[in-house]
């Protein structure tokens, strides 16, 4: 099955899925998190399933990603010899995780993510001055080892659920690999391009994808995603330690609700 575009989709409710696109991107580009605005944009489409709803998700935010990981590279510079392997193996991963995504349930997950995003938020507010120098914790092997183990567990866990993927990216390279919060999101919009991809890789010979809806969010994706890298590499790391703690708050929230009330919704990848 090959679709363009979901049957009864309305102008007004395409607008809107293209706003929540742009603010996706920008977001995703600044620190990650921007599937908290899109993939609840997109289940508001009449007649769109949830497993389409991600697949379509995912080709809009390769676009989105792949544009801000250019404009982080024009103007950050970061290095490739770590980000590239990492982001090879966080493709494979990816695409294994979302192979198995439907025999696993979200609900499992979510209370331990949960548990998890408060753990990175409080280290972040107790440790003020994480993330602004980059100070590596290694070199040489072990240094690619620990981004390779990174990319492989992330990348994962994008492919089966995906709430906060950018976030936690960034969180991991600042915190287990040493990079200040600019540096550790120019890397992690290279991984988190190429998670996306691989968990498309699954979803396309599957039919999931409406293509003339995913190609629309993946053009309001590219321009929030340049506008959010170059905020981003404007304002510094401290701008983006910032906007890592609100996201990060949000996903909180988001998932917190989820736990307590019990509702078992799609990943927000």
């Known amino acids: 099955m090959t679709e363009l575009l979901p049957e009864g989709l ?36 009449p007649g769109i399933s949830p497993v389409q709803a991600l697949a379509t998700n995912k080709l809009g935010s ?81 240094h690619h080892g620990t981004a390779a183990g990174l990319g492989l567990v992330i990348g994962f866990y994008d492919g089966v659920l995906g709430p906060g993927t950018g976030s936690f990216l960034v969180f991991a390279m600042v915190s287990l690999l040493g990079y200040d919060f600019l540096n550790a999101s120019a890397k992690a919009k290279i991984v988190n391009c190429a998670t996306n991809l691989g968990a498309l890789l699954f979803f396309v010979p599957h039919g999931s994808v409406f293509w003339g809806l995913g190609l629309m969010l993946g053009a309001a994706n590219m321009l929030g995603g340049y506008l959010g890298a170059r905020t981003a590499t404007s304002r510094g790391s401290r701008f983006i330690r910032i906007a890592f703690l609100v996201v990060v708050t949000a996903l909180i929230l988001r998932l917190g609700a989820d736990v307590w009330t019990g509702t078992v919704r799609p990943r927000l990848g």
Do not use: C, E, N
């Open 62 to 142: 390769v676009f989105g990603t792949s544009t801000s990981a250019l404009t982080y590279h024009r103007r950050v510079r970061p290095d490739l010899r770590t980000a590239l392997p990492m982001a090879a193996v966080a493709l494979a991963s990816s695409y294994a995780g979302a192979s198995v995504a439907a025999l696993l349930p979200a609900s499992v997950f979510k209370p331990v993510i949960v548990v998890a995003l408060v753990g990175i938020g409080a280290f972040t507010v107790l440790r003020p001055a994480l993330g602004d120098v980059t100070a590596l914790r290694h070199t040489g092997r072990r």
């Open 10 to 45: 309305a102008t007004a409710t395409l607008l809107l899925v293209l706003l929540a696109a742009l603010t996706a991107g920008f977001v995703d580009a600044v620190v990650g998190g921007g599937g908290l605005i899109q993939l609840p944009a997109l289940l508001l489409v």
